[in-house]
């Protein structure tokens, strides 16, 4: 068979082959179950592979690759358009080929396994940090029932905790303070987990070559550096600084009409881990920077903007220039060049 196309609509145990011609008619459209899938494909000569971006999609593209294939990821807003009325297998499966083949579709690269191993980690990190917020703010909320009250910040409640445990005058009752003493002990678990993990993701990412070079931008600290190789990769997928920052989702959204443009708030768009490291990276320098003087051009930058527009937005107007400063350094192998990057008239 002369296949144009082969689309995938993965799942856990049955996956869907819909395969097109190059005049666009459907050779065939059926299911395959899961041990079969790779002797599906290794009957076929390399063929162009596409598949919807879930779970599973940059393994299977992995193995696909190895055997010649060529292979597309089309984001799952791509695809849905293209869906028929009803929802099934074979309907998706069709979805996935019409998708791939219009032009103008910005596809996904399949990620090596050193990019995804970041991605994880950057995962299992995260999920302890909102956990350990979650006991701190639980440890808040229960001591206040007793009229203690700790102060704002995760490391002054570490501090202050023990000394409340021990006061014997402050009016916690013997099973209170058990509880928080279980909730402290909790606390420090996290803490260590946290501390664990970044050691992991250091070490991890120590052998991308862009991770020193990234960390040359203000605002982009080790975590930082290592969440944008994990999510962008080399960066070529985007054709310029511009692109990757509208990736991101720090860029307005636009709802123009009749010639009259209209720019709202961002899009929010793409990773949000990525977009809040950033935008957290953005904001310890618009804060810091105040006190450096105006000869810094940094400083400068970042001073006329946020007397023109405001904190807020000249934080977010930083980190859409720290990704796009990130995706020249990642793409091009260019070096951070301070006076050059932040230039002003």
Not at 50 to 61: N, S
Not at 112 to 120: E, G, R, S, T, Y
Not at 281 to 296: K, Q
Request: proline fraction near 6%; aromatic fraction near 6%.
């Amino acid at each position: 068979m002369d296949i144009k196309i082969l689309g995938i609509d993965l799942a856990k145990n049955v996956f869907q082959l819909c395969a097109l011609s190059p005049h666009g008619k459907v050779l065939f459209n059926r299911a395959v179950k899961r041990p079969r899938l790779l002797d599906e494909m290794r009957q076929l000569p390399p063929t162009l592979i596409a598949m919807e971006v879930c779970g599973g999609a940059h393994y299977w593209g992995r193995l696909f690759q190895a055997m010649g294939h060529q292979v597309r990821l089309i984001p799952p807003q791509h695809v849905k358009p293209f869906a028929r009325v009803n929802k099934n297998d074979a309907g998706d499966a069709l979805a996935i080929c019409e998708a791939a083949t219009r032009p103008g579709i910005h596809f996904v690269p399949v990620k090596p396994l050193a990019q995804q191993d970041l991605m994880l980690l950057h995962a299992e990190r995260q999920r302890y940090v909102q956990q350990r917020t979650a006991i701190g703010n639980q440890i808040r909320g229960l001591a206040s029932e007793y009229g203690v009250i700790f102060p704002i910040g995760l490391s002054t409640l570490r501090s202050a905790l023990p000394g409340v445990l021990e006061d014997a005058e402050n009016g916690l009752s013997p099973v209170a303070r058990q509880c928080l003493a279980r909730l402290y002990d909790e606390l420090k678990h996290w803490d260590h987990l946290i501390r664990q993990v970044t050691r992991e993701l250091n070490v991890l990412a120590r052998q991308q070559p862009a991770w020193l070079a990234l960390q040359a931008i203000p605002g982009v600290g080790p975590l930082v550096a290592s969440a944008l190789i994990g999510r962008i990769g080399n960066g070529h997928q985007f054709r310029t600084g511009r692109q990757c920052a509208a990736w991101i989702g720090l860029v307005p959204r636009q709802r123009s009409s009749g010639g009259h443009q209209q720019l709202l708030g961002i899009t929010k768009n793409g990773d949000r881990y990525l977009r809040t490291q950033l935008i957290h990276g953005a904001r310890a320098i618009t804060t810091g920077c105040s006190r450096w003087g105006w000869d810094h051009p940094l400083a400068r930058w970042v001073n006329q903007l946020r007397e023109r527009r405001g904190f807020n937005k000249a934080v977010v107007a930083l980190a859409n220039k720290l990704a796009r400063l990130a995706w020249a350094v990642v793409s091009k192998g260019e070096a951070f060049d301070m006076r050059k990057a932040f230039a002003t008239p």
